[in-house]
């Protein structure tokens, strides 16, 4: 008896987990109404390090944009998102990537970032990449990559 109470509790946590997975990974990315994820609303494509600065205020002051490519890392105070990497071509910025919790869930956040990617981008993940950890997709040309490397999930977007 003791065996099946303590299972019960465990799936009823873990079920807990992944609703909270899904509704904190929803906060970030938001609706389809933007092409941006919420969570970096304020950024623009083409923008220096110094006004994305304005933005992000923890964007370290050695990224000057000088460089063919100069990646700037913000630490994020989220529960499930524990960065921004901001990259910059030429001094400007065209890329975001979204770096999440090592203890997020990876089976929760596979499932919740499927779903909400395909409803975001309204685009479909084909058929042979649904079970994938790395789906790429190509919504109005810009690309949006979900991947798992070695520890962690990051989801890649090629800012409008």
Known sequence: MRMTAAWVLLAVTTAAAAEDVEGRLAGLLGDSSSPKPTVVAGLKTGMT???????????????????????????????????????????RLNTVVLVFRRDVDREAFKAA?????????????????????????????????????????????ELP
């Open 49 to 91: 390090p110094a006004e994305a600065r304005k933005v992000f205020p923890g964007l370290p002051a050695s990224v000057k944009g000088q460089a063919a490519y100069e990646p700037g890392r913000v630490e994020m105070k989220d529960p499930l998102l524990e960065a921004l990497e901001l990259k910059f071509h030429g001094g």
């Open 113 to 157: 970032s499927l779903k909400l990617i395909e409803k975001k981008w309204s685009v479909p993940v084909p058929a042979a990449e649904r079970k994938q950890d790395m789906i790429t997709l190509m919504p109005g040309g810009r690309g949006v990559q979900r991947s798992f490397l070695v520890d962690h999930w990051e989801l890649e977007v």
